[in-house]
């Protein structure tokens, strides 16, 4: 079992930064790969990014390659989500999922296991 909890949401005027963390509970967080999704008003969930197990092999959404960047300490149970260049369009509940499966199969929900309860991004002047 694995337990989750995401941090590090609020407000923030568009083209600024936020850093959102997940720290997991259990022994075992160092064998799952990590992912971020979020979900806007009235739109379904969307893959934002994850990572692997190990750290070593990152995937993004297309959109927020080069602005958004994913990394994780196992030796902290943490992953996190650093958001630069925010964009009124990525106002959203950002949640972190905990999966097993390989590569292609990051971008997928069904691949999670475990997910926390989200944290509200609002970007907004």
């Known amino acids: 079992q694995v337990q989750l909890a995401e941090s590090g949401g609020g407000l923030v005027q568009p083209g600024g930064s936020l850093r959102l963390s997940c720290a997991a509970s259990?022994?075992?967080?160092?064998?799952?790969?990590m992912g971020w999704f979020r979900q806007a008003p009235g739109k379904e969930r969307e893959f934002v990014a994850a990572?692997?197990?190990?750290?070593?092999?990152?995937y993004y959404r297309g959109s927020m390659k080069g602005r958004f960047t994913i990394s994780r300490d196992n030796a902290k149970n943490t992953v996190y989500l650093q958001m630069n260049s925010l964009k009124p369009e990525d106002t959203a509940v950002y949640y972190c999922?905990?999966?097993?499966?390989?590569?292609?199969?990051?971008?997928?929900?069904?691949?999670?296991?475990?997910w926390g309860q989200g944290t509200q991004v609002t970007v907004s002047s």
């Open positions: 999922a905990a999966g097993k499966g390989s590569g292609p199969n990051y971008y997928y929900s069904d691949t999670y296991d475990y």
């Open positions: 259990g022994r075992t967080f160092s064998s799952y790969a």
């Open positions: 990572i692997s197990w190990s750290g070593g092999s990152t």
